[in-house]
Nanobody
């Protein structure tokens, strides 16, 4: 099993930045891939960015150029740097891990963008 704990959400004004963290209970090199998702009220969960065990990254077109996924192997933590935030970025943000063929999810962290 993999336990994931997200943090870093909060209230921010449009144009602001936040960095979300996802701390994993396993060494990152043992996890095939990790990703960040979000879910706004009344909408489906949306994939934002993924990072593989060898560091390959990919981002959704909707956030490319604004959101960046990265990781710190020493801290077993994956990050999502979010810049130029917009009101439509308001959602609960989740990280997940693909570990030995199973998906694990964190509890989510709320991001609210409001002026």
């Amino acid at each position: 099993q993999v336990q994931l704990v997200e943090s870093g959400g909060g209230l921010v004004q449009p144009g602001g930045s936040l960095r979300l963290s996802c701390a994993a209970s396993k060494r990152l090199f043992s996890i095939d891939a990790m990703g960040w998702y979000r879910q706004a009220p009344g909408k489906q969960r949306e994939l934002l960015a993924v990072i593989s065990s060898d560091g390959f990254t990919n981002s959704a077109d909707s956030v490319k150029g604004r959101f960046t996924i990265s990781r710190d192997n020493a801290k077993n933590t994956v990050y999502l740097q979010m810049n130029s935030l917009k009101s439509e970025d308001t959602a609960v943000y989740y990280c997940n891990a693909n570990y030995l063929g199973r998906l694990y999810w964190g509890q989510g962290t709320q991001v609210t963008v409001v002026s």
